[in-house]
């Protein structure tokens, strides 16, 4: 039994951060999971420079020293909304001991075992340094392919091109047993009450925009593999659209914690008692 914590799409809020570390220093949960988009947004005005270095790590430090030994393991992945550059200063919280970097890893850590995985199918943003093909080269009506947006970093063409989500996930699990495993994904599942977008009505080129912008790869491969619980956000106003933060795919459970309001949106959850899982707005 772990007690867990999930939260997503922070987007550099003072207070959405301030309310997670205090919920930490309140709950004294075994794991804390951060589903991405950590860093203000790229229009917001705030400093991005080193905000992982200049803004996240003091407060982490100061919640070790708080907790000692309470302190739990800290798991997080980027977002869309996030910078390839970002990694740096997220590895280098990992070679203080703050968290760990999960993206395109299997960890063990507070009694429960995490697959991350950060990117999403294309969106209509130029941002793609989280962004990959999903399981084919299709784009959907309004969308930016991989191919045409922006990288912050150079990226060989052809792994842009060929790239996609389903392959990288039969990369990072393999042949490994996931009936207790928790997946961090950034993006949704395709079709769920957790990728419901408010595209109502929108039209390109006369074409509809689809209402579900989820990824069809992690939706196959929930529904394959099985993994215990799966952890989700990017799509802020789905959960007041559908009245859902959760939803099943066969046996896996489903846990979003993207929210379109100034709150945090906090899931809590034990590990062995998925349904018994809460959100909170804080």
């Known amino acids: 039994m ?19 570390w205090d919920a930490v220093r309140s709950r004294r949960p075994h794991v804390v999971l951060l589903g991405g988009d950590l860093t203000p947004h790229p229009f917001s005005g705030s400093s991005r ?13 100061g919640l070790r020293d708080d907790l000692g030994r309470h302190y739990p393991a800290i798991l997080a992945i980027l977002g869309n909304d996030d910078s390839v550059r970002d990694e740096a200063g997220v590895l280098a919280l ?3 001991g703050l968290w760990r970097y999960a ?9 429960v075992t995490v697959y991350g995985y950060a990117c999403v199918p294309p ?7 989280w962004e990959k093909y999903d399981v084919s080269r299709y784009v959907p009506p309004g969308c930016v392919s991989p191919e045409d947006g922006m990288h912050s970093t150079a990226v060989e063409p052809s792994t842009i091109r060929y790239g996609t989500i389903a392959r990288d996930l039969e990369h ?15 993006s949704p599942p395709y079709e769920t009450t957790l990728d419901r977008a408010g595209t109502d009505g929108m039209m390109v080129d006369h074409v509809p925009m689809d209402l579900h912008v989820g990824s069809i790869a992690i939706r196959r491969f929930i529904e394959k593999r099985g993994p215990a619980i799966t952890l989700h956000g990017h799509i802020h106003e789905s959960a007041a659209i559908t009245g859902s933060w959760r939803d099943r795919l066969g ?7 993207a929210h379109d ?9 034990d590990s062995d008692d998925p349904d018994g899982a809460e959100r909170i707005l804080l």
């Open 2 to 20: 772990s007690l867990c914590l999930f939260a997503t799409d922070l987007h550099g809020s003072e207070h959405r951060y301030e309310a997670l």
């Open 49 to 61: 420079a080193d905000y992982i270095g200049d803004a996240i790590a003091p407060r982490l430090a």
């Open 94 to 96: 990992e070679e203080r």
């Open 103 to 111: 993206h395109g890893r299997k960890i063990e850590a507070g009694g």
């Open 123 to 129: 969106t209509p943003f130029l941002n793609k340094d």
């Open 172 to 186: 990072l699990t393999g042949a490994d047993d996931l009936d207790r495993a928790i997946m961090l994904f950034h």
């Open 251 to 257: 046996r896996s459970h489903l846990l979003g914690a």
């Open 261 to 269: 309001g100034p709150e945090l949106a906090l899931v809590t959850f």
